[in-house]
């Protein structure tokens, strides 16, 4: 069966030529940066709860703190925006392969296409109409491909900055319940319960 795949794979590659071959290659990248977010974001408990992660040791490190409550605040965000940026690392590699995929083969169909009409004056009036179609057929096959790269990675970056952006809000909401007069109206705040409650 494996066989079978590289075989398949060698001859789209000599098909589409050297535009099929990167896209391949940007696929496996894509495919790669996608298992290593999802892990990452399993780690970190995005969209999971304000308990978890990156988010929760944050939260948890305001815990007997003696800083103003503003102080203290500028401190979280500022944590919590450079956390958020390292979770979101690789995502901006996706983008990319979402955009440059359907160019590359947008490119490749002209270059196919040039080849084939290239083909078919050097023809002359003895020419084939089918070693056109063929050339045609041949041309149009990278922009499948490139198609076939760029709309799942898309579709599966928008689902990650969808979970990044509600867990944005999420840690907006923990951190301003956490921050909350309430909590700062006893000269020892209990940040055990307060965090407790945030993290509901």
Do not use: C
């Not at 001859?11 to 071959?21: K, N």
């Not at 896209?23 to 408990?45: H, R, T």
């Not at 359907?102 to 009409?117: D, K, R, S, Y």
């Amino acid at each position: 069966m494996i066989e079978t795949a590289q075989a398949r794979i060698l001859e789209l590659v000599e098909l589409g030529g050297p535009v099929v071959a990167i896209l391949l290659v940007m696929s496996v990248i894509a495919v790669a940066i996608v298992l290593w977010k999802i892990v990452v974001f399993e780690l970190e408990g995005v969209g999971r709860g304000a308990h978890r992660g990156f988010l929760g040791r944050t939260l948890a490190e305001v815990r007997g703190s003696s800083l103003p409550r503003e102080d203290l605040r500028a401190r979280l965000y500022a944590r919590l925006e450079a956390e958020f940026g390292r979770t979101a690392a690789g995502l901006r590699a996706l983008d990319l392969t979402s955009q440059i995929a359907p160019l590359l083969g947008l490119f490749g169909t002209v270059l196919g296409m040039i080849a084939a009409f290239r083909t078919l004056q050097e023809a002359g009036s003895t020419a084939d109409p089918s070693i056109l179609a063929g050339g045609i057929w041949v041309a149009l096959m990278t922009t499948a491909a490139g198609l076939v790269v760029a709309i799942p990675t898309s579709m599966i970056l928008s689902w990650f900055d969808a979970r990044l952006d509600a867990h944005r809000r999420l840690a907006a909401d923990a951190v301003e319940e956490l921050l909350s007069p309430s909590a700062f109206s006893n000269a020892a705040p209990n940040w055990d319960v307060a965090a407790a409650h945030a993290a509901e």
